[in-house]
């Protein structure tokens, strides 16, 4: 988790991390010198000096594709959508 302040009113927001980035490649002159680092410990200090945005996506769908069940169940999302769309 990480904060998030909206500078229009500094409300502080608790915000996961869902692992899609944009970023520029300048970002990887400020990488450590390690095989393995934490990405978020390296966002937390860029964020000091630099501004890291986020992308709010809370009505987004997201579905783990890593099982059978889970794909099955995302095709079945997907074709429902597809045929209301269809059906407009």
Known sequence: MVKYSNDKTNNIKKLAFSGI?????DIFENMPDKEVFSVIDLYLK???YLKITA?????DFWFDLGKKETIQE???FLFTINNKLLNM
């Not at 980035?21 to 490649?25: A, E, N, R």
């Open 55 to 59: 992308y709010i996506h809370n009505n």
């Open 21 to 25: 980035q944009v970023i520029s490649p």
């Open 46 to 48: 860029l964020a000091t």
């Open 74 to 76: 995302a095709e079945k």
